[in-house]
């Protein structure tokens, strides 16, 4: 069984063929697939999902690119959200320095109140980093996150960083880039990276593995990056299947 730790199947790229695209993952035998919402419109969507789909659940937070719009009711919404049994995570939050919409004086501002919000409500947290590592590692450090933990979403950066952040009771969550044949760094973190510390995520519909990349991903494309991870450790794909599942579970506090 496969784990989708991170999926946007809460985005306008399903409105046609959701149904679809979730039958496809079970054929390929994805168990669960985490919805990330980001902002009010995603959120409430992921919120309506958990509630229609047994397998689905949520993490809800506000994603630095749109930090500019947060409102502080908007964080008391997500508070109150989070109560809900199938949310498991706050985010995705973090720095994103690629794009210039909100500045970095705000996103760091937002994040800091994020993870102040998954301490006090006791739920790891999904990390978006991206032109931004020693700020994230930065804040991670000042904010205590290690008290709550949680992922570093669509990790490519070095060992040593990986090291910082399993150090702060972070996992490593993999996607479609560690397929890609340019892909050295990736490759070289998953080989180093104890087994107890591993994900796999899809971050659909975006960042497709190869063969597909360049297309629409989806939840049962995941299968791909426990292939090539599976690879890279010398392990089979039913050992890094039964990891992954496992330690997402033990995450997010499933079963």
């Known amino acids: 069984m496969l784990f989708d730790t991170h999926a946007h199947l809460n985005a306008e ?13 079970k054929s390929e035998k994805v168990e669960r697939i985490v919805v990330v919402g980001f902002d009010r419109p995603t959120i409430t969507r992921a919120m309506e999902m958990i509630e229609e789909y047994d397998f689905i659940y ?15 009711e908007d964080l008391a919404w997500i508070k109150e959200l989070s109560a809900h049994e199938k949310v498991v ?12 919409k909100s500045s970095k004086d705000v996103q760091k501002e ?3 109140k994020q993870i102040a919000l998954a301490k006090e409500v006791h ?12 700020d994230v590692v930065t804040i991670l450090k000042e904010e205590g996150a290690e008290a709550v933990g949680g992922i570093m979403h669509c990790f490519t950066g070095s060992a040593e960083v990986a090291r910082e952040c399993m150090k702060m009771n972070f996992y490593l969550s993999f996607g479609g880039p560690v397929t890609f044949k340019n892909a050295k760094k990736p ?3 998953v080989k180093e990276i104890p087994n107890d510390r591993l994900l796999i995520e899809t971050d659909c519909p975006f960042l497709t ?3 597909f990349r360049g297309k629409r991903n989806e939840p049962s494309y995941v299968k791909y990056v426990a292939e090539q991870i599976a690879e890279l450790k010398g392990m089979t794909f039913e050992e890094i299947a039964s990891i992954t599942t496992e330690n997402a579970k033990r995450l997010f506090r499933i079963n």
């Not at 949520?58 to 502080?72: C, K, S, Y």
């Not at 790891?124 to 931004?132: E, G, K, L, S, Y």
């Open 209 to 211: 593995p190869h063969p």
């Open 58 to 72: 949520a993490a809800i937070g506000w994603h630095p690119v749109d930090a500019i719009d947060m409102t502080e």
């Open 123 to 134: 739920l790891p947290i999904i990390i978006h980093n991206r032109d931004a590592t020693e």
């Open 13 to 25: 790229q399903y409105d046609t063929d959701l149904e679809e695209v979730i039958e496809r993952a």
């Open 187 to 189: 490759k070289e973190v």
């Open 89 to 100: 995570a706050i985010g995705e939050m973090g720095l994103d320095y690629h794009w210039d």
């Open 110 to 112: 937002v994040f800091r």
